[in-house]
């Protein structure tokens, strides 16, 4: 989602809670500053679906949840609450609270251009901090290409990337699958040539091995 910076308020975050039952649109609450959440294009929207789609008759019967972009991720010792395109959840303690999530072990962004930086770079620097996290996926809406962070059993952050033809695997969940099934029915718009498109994807996987050092 594009995140719109709202105002110069602090807010606390009982203050959020409360601020935001009274909106129209949801916001995220980023340091004590609130973002409201702009609309995506059609695509972002049917990518997202296709993820909860595949998901959720995967995880029928365990005691995993999968979630949508309408529930509130809250980011582990800190004030902070997003708003990711999906999540999943394994932890019992997420049970106990009915308006967000604390401890997911994975998250999918479905990337714009306006929140593409901010999602690879500083919303994931933040997400990182919760040991529960092990995959941290992010999808482009303009190209078959799938992106995740994910945390390996010596616990060091290693990037995973896929192309058409591959078969995408959220270790996370124990899900393998065709990363063609994430597409299904998605028309991409022929707006960037194949070169320069190559050049964006190694100047973000450049940037991104940066952040994980």
């Not at 809670?17 to 972002?44: C, P």
């Not at 990337?161 to 124990?174: N, W």
Request: charge should be negative.
């Amino acid at each position: 989602m594009i995140a719109v910076l709202n105002n110069d308020r602090y807010f606390t975050p009982e203050e959020y809670f409360a601020w935001e039952e009274q909106q129209l649109e949801k916001h995220e609450l980023i340091d004590g500053r609130v973002y409201a959440m702009s609309g995506g294009t059609k695509n972002h929207s049917a990518i997202a679906i296709n993820f909860l789609l595949l998901i959720t008759p995967h995880l029928r019967g365990s005691k995993c949840s999968v979630f949508n972009s309408d529930l509130k991720v809250k980011i582990l010792n800190t004030t902070n609450y997003t708003y990711p395109d999906l999540s999943v959840t394994c932890d019992d303690r997420d049970r106990e609270n009915p308006i967000c999530i604390t401890y997911p072990c994975l998250i999918v962004e479905v990337l714009s251009n306006s929140a593409e930086a901010y999602d690879r770079g500083k919303k994931f620097e933040k997400y990182r901090r919760n040991p529960n996290l092990v995959d941290y996926v992010l999808v482009s809406s303009e190209e078959v290409a799938i992106n995740i962070y994910h945390k390996n059993d010596a616990g060091e952050w290693v990037i995973l990337s896929y192309r058409e033809g591959d078969q995408v695997e959220l270790k996370s969940i124990g899900l393998s699958l065709p990363i063609e099934q994430f597409y299904e029915e998605i028309v991409f718009e022929d707006v960037l040539s194949p070169s320069s498109i190559e050049n964006e994807n190694r100047s973000n996987l450049d940037e991104a091995e940066e952040i994980l050092g």
